[in-house]
């Protein structure tokens, strides 16, 4: 991902995380697994996309899970916010959060997850960071947001508390 404001170059959050060590390793996967994977995510993404910003569905089983959970939860999804880029213009970094919404009275950052595992140390750095930039780096907002995974695979939808990173060393 490359992002621009003001025809200022930013790094996205990802590149980020990856120039540290704090993103999982896929160097020893075949490529054709990897573009499967990855053609999977971003067709997910998109119908996640769709529906939370139109209300269309498709018979993909993660839209249909999601959209359950939506229901079960009660989530006002003319109130949430889908593939909303963010940036930070001090650091010069940005990103684009998957979904914004609120749980009750939680105000939560949560990222899709189409990869057989999650990768915990990533996702908290990735979901840390975006707070940040959400919060324009007010400590108390920060530490007011929920962040949470949205994990698809194989036909199941598991949602999890995510880590917050303190907020000293997001900084770093």
């Not at 057989?116 to 840390?128: G, Y």
Request: with cysteine; aromatic share 12%; hydrophobic share 35%.
């Amino acid at each position: 991902h490359t992002y621009t404001k003001d025809n200022n170059p930013y790094i996205s959050v990802t590149t980020l995380i990856k120039q540290f060590g704090l993103s999982p390793d896929y160097s020893g996967i075949p490529k054709e697994i990897l573009e499967k994977a990855a053609a999977r995510g971003n067709a997910t993404h998109k119908d996640l996309e769709n529906f939370i910003k139109q209300g269309t569905t498709t018979n993909n089983p993660d839209l249909i899970n999601f959209s359950k959970y939506v229901a079960i939860r009660n989530i006002d999804l003319t109130t949430a916010k889908s593939e909303q880029m963010v940036y930070d213009d001090n650091y010069l970094i940005a990103g684009t959060v998957d979904f914004q919404y609120f749980d009750g009275d939680d105000d939560i950052i949560a990222d899709f997850k189409t990869t057989a595992s999650i990768h915990w140390e990533a996702i908290s750095w990735q979901l840390s960071i975006y707070a940040y930039m959400i919060c324009q780096g007010d400590i108390l907002q920060y530490y007011m947001k929920h962040l949470k995974v949205f994990h698809m695979y194989n036909g199941k939808l598991t949602v999890k508390d995510v880590p917050t990173i303190e907020y000293d060393e997001v900084i770093k």
